[in-house]
């Protein structure tokens, strides 16, 4: 059995004593190559995916939910609440049920996918759906832990990013060095401020390098490309749906130290891209083809020359997340009688 992150990791993670371990395996998340994307994109490059959505509910948000809620219950919180776009929702409930704790979700209504409501559901959370976007929701929670003796386990709080840490760290240890650019999807901002976190920390204990950061956010969600605050965000990437991000000033201090930027990409690239990553066998949701799309847009610009680079772009969540809109979207396969000739005709029928 791997050992599990917060036991790997421990002596990096600043977190209290009394923080207790509440695993379901989390991360040693695999850095897989993409050899012809590379190509497509100019070659002469290293490209990796470091595949997230193979955490044990389908998001990096294991990584930073097995050291909040090990925190929390060590500390004796009977009940832990997060606003969230779905992955959070998922991750948190399956981690305080693990913990035997109770898990409260409060989520934009219709706009959360059905594999992460699901998820919330079947792990025995209670699912409110708020009236408004996740932005309303996170204020709610807030206000709701000021008088009320429940744990948050939003990315506001300080352990979840101790140990999202453990992706940089990752990373390093399976390449021997940081990478040159790393790209991901940038939502409440508390990813991408703590990979570098864990950069910065790696840096100074085994002077592993630093990356640039290219956080990605979709262009009707956008607030830290905008630099203001955007009061209806939409996107198809619901995930990123957040107008306001608790960590957007660190998450812009994170683009910035690291020499990388912070840009927004559509909604038709961000499709594009999953749906080049699915060519490659990897399905993931529509946010987390974002971060890999916008470096894609940045090489085919010549704002980025990647040649003699390695990069490693986040793929934050598993596409059977979020299959409505690969559902929505796909021709209804044909419907053939039990009849060899029949099933033979349609195989061998060119494909265009
Ligand atoms: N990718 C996915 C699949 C996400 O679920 C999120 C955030 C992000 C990227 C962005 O990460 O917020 O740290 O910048 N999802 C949160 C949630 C908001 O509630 O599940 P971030």
Redesign the pocket.
């Known amino acids: 059995m791997t050992q599990p992150l917060l036991q790997r990791y421990r002596p990096y993670l600043d977190l209290p004593e009394h923080t207790q371990l509440v695993t379901l395996s989390e991360g040693n998340t695999p850095l897989i190559p993409l050899p012809r994307l590379a190509e497509q994109l100019g070659g002469g490059f290293e490209l990796y995916v470091k595949y997230e959505g193979l955490n044990p509910t389908g ?3 294991d990584r930073g939910m097995t050291a909040a809620i090990g925190e929390a219950v060590g500390r004796g919180a009977k009940t832990v609440i ?8 998922a ?1 948190a409930a399956a981690y305080a049920a693990r913990a035997g704790l109770k898990a409260v979700v409060l989520i934009p209504q219709g706009k959360v996918a059905a594999g ?1 409501l699901a998820g919330a559901v079947a792990y025995g959370a209670q699912v409110l759906q708020i009236q408004g976007s ?1 932005d309303d929701a996170l204020h709610l929670v807030v206000e709701l832990c000021q008088r009320h003796p429940i744990a948050l386990v ?2 506001l709080n300080p352990y979840r990013l101790e140990g ?1 840490k453990t992706a940089a760290f990752e990373i390093c240890d399976v390449l021997g060095a940081a990478p040159d650019w790393l790209c ?11 990979y570098w976190m864990g950069f910065r920390q790696y840096n100074q204990l085994q002077q592993s390098g630093l990356p640039r950061i290219l956080g990605v956010q979709a262009s009707g969600a956008a607030p830290l490309v905008l630099g203001h605050p955007v009061e209806h965000p939409e996107t198809v990437a619901t ?2 749906r ?1 107008g306001r ?1 608790a ?1 957007g000033e660190q ?1 812009l201090q994170a683009a910035e130290e690291s020499g990388g930027r912070i840009i927004a990409v559509s909604d038709e690239q961000i499709l594009a891209m999953q749906k080049t990553l699915a060519s490659e066998g990897i399905w993931v ?1 529509p ?2 083809a ?1 971060g890999l799309a916008g470096f894609a847009a940045e090489v085919e610009a010549g704002r980025i020359q990647p040649r003699g680079k390695r990069v490693v772009a986040i793929c ?2 598993h596409g059977l ?1 979020d299959p409505d809109i690969i559902v929505k979207s796909m021709p209804t396969p044909p419907q053939i009688a039990v009849n060899l000739a029949l099933i033979e005709e349609a195989v061998l029928a060119p494909t265009i």
């Open positions: 998001s990096f948000k997060c606003a969230s776009t779905g992955n959070t929702a991750s992460k996740f939003n990315s999202q991901l999807p940038v939502g409440n901002a508390g990813n991408i401020t703590s995930a990123i957040i991000p960590r998450a949701e946010a987390s974002a934050t969540g997340k």
